[in-house]
């Protein structure tokens, strides 16, 4: 098989807090500065932080490689070189056919222009005849799903609706090379498997597929290969499945390190998460948790800085699979509970009064932000066990394999 992409000694270089370009929008500017902290962590004496470090790999024709790894491991940065979206500071990338990007939400669309407008456009940009872009046009058009809002701008799209236009654009106008970078973080799960359809379709006709997600289990499903990404640097790379497996063993490594002494978190360091514990009713702490039982998840806190209204602290518990699918979101500010900001070390905990996920393993995910700004965020900060339970009160749970949350519910004879 044809080499499609050719990858050669590639490293990004950035200097913290200068400018390396003139333009810059306000989602570079938010990414800059809420990953301060992990930039620091890779930069030299001089200020200098290496976004990517000696990446080298090769693609053939049709396949299909994941891109997998941390938040800040240098996912984004290599598809947006990859993209002629960045330039890299040294070694090569070469890529060897028309190449289509679906790199974040809308990527390449004139927010003025319309659905109809912003399809010819893209396809001008891909390189493609007004004819070849019209004889898809019903194709991504039905795929996409914005049949009635075609002639509207897309400023006034939804992301959903962005995403979907946007991904059925990059798939059906034939690029040779198609890079995507978490499509399925957007839409529903319908549209999602019509994405990785559409993907190993793309794939099986020849085309070659770079894809970065964090869910796993699209990962496994799809691609051949995969490259795990630690820092900058390629830590792994081989079958999908072994990759994977191996950066399921290394979340589960972080979440033996003590919350305190974790390094790969993100936000401005105002307040610092130290720890998380499970508690029954009585205060006192527990292993895990079980189904259909009262929940009582406590964060512990040092709070350095505040706003001077002190009532905009916002902390949220995330929980996922270990295949970074995500199943609950519990945030102080979706149920009116408003938390004082206020210097020192604190204690918060957030009581669910039926715990609603089978029984498994998962991890805890906890953020904190202030204002709209990341204060503290820390990914796979904890171990989840749970364990069975009564939830409905007869005794009974599905079977394995039948979904992941339950949901109380009866049923009524009408007639």
């Known amino acids: 098989m044809p080499t499609m992409i050719e990858v050669e000694g590639l490293g990004k270089r950035y200097r913290l807090g200068g ?40 693609v053939e024709e049709g396949e299909v490689v994941g891109v997998i790894g941390p938040n800040g491991a240098g996912k984004s940065t290599l598809l947006k070189i990859l993209s002629r979206i960045t330039r890299p500071t040294e070694g090569r990338a070469r890529l060897f056919g028309r190449v289509g990007s679906l790199l974040e939400v809308g990527t390449g669309f004139h927010p003025e222009l319309t ?14 005849r007004r004819d070849e872009v019209r004889a898809k046009f019903d194709e991504i058009v039905d795929f996409a799903g914005v049949e009635k809002f075609l002639d509207t701008p897309v400023k006034h799209y939804s992301s959903g609706m962005r995403v979907r236009l946007g991904f059925a654009v990059a798939a059906h106008l034939e690029p040779e090379i ?17 994405c990785l359809g559409k993907m190993d379709e793309a794939s099986k006709g020849g085309r070659t597929v770079i894809f970065v997600s964090h869910n796993m289990a699209a990962v496994e499903s799809l691609c051949g290969h995969c490259l795990l990404l630690e820092e900058g640097h390629i830590r792994a790379m081989g079958s999908a499945e072994g990759i994977v ?30 720890g998380l514990r ?12 079980r189904t259909g039982s009262l929940a009582r998840i ?38 009116g509970d408003e938390l004082a900001s206020a210097p020192g070390s604190h204690r918060v905990v957030c009581e669910i009064p039926r715990f609603p996920l089978l029984p498994g ?55």
Request: a neutral charge; hydrophobic letters at 35%.
């Open 19 to 58: 400018q390396n370009k003139v333009y810059s929008d306000l989602r570079e500017s938010i990414v800059r500065a809420v990953t301060a902290p992990l930039r620091k962590r890779r930069a030299g004496p001089s200020g200098e932080f290496w976004a990517l470090r000696d990446v080298s790999f090769s």
């Open 115 to 128: 659905g109809r407008e912003n399809v010819f456009f893209s396809g001008a940009v891909l390189g493609m």
């Open 178 to 194: 198609l890079l995507v970078d978490e499509v399925l973080a957007v839409g529903d799960a319908a549209f999602q498997k019509k």
């Open 245 to 274: 497996q191996e950066h399921l063993a290394s979340m589960t490594d972080r979440t033996s390190v003590p919350l305190h002494e974790r390094k790969d978190r993100t936000g401005n360091g105002a307040l610092r998460f130290t």
């Open 278 to 289: 499970l508690l029954d009713e009585r205060g006192k702490e527990i292993p895990g948790l």
């Open 298 to 335: 406590e964060a512990s806190y040092d709070q350095f800085e505040c706003s001077s209204d002190g009532n905009r602290l916002v902390i949220s518990l995330g929980i996922q699979t270990y295949f970074s699918q995500s199943l609950l979101l519990c945030r102080n500010d979706y149920t």
């Open 361 to 415: 393993r998962y991890l805890i995910n906890v953020y904190a932000e202030e204002r709209g700004e990341i204060l503290d965020w820390v990914r796979s900060a904890m171990n989840l066990e749970v364990s069975d339970g009564d939830f409905f009160g007869t005794g009974l749970l599905p079977p394995k394999g039948y979904g992941a949350v339950l949901v109380g519910h009866r049923w009524l004879r009408e007639n």
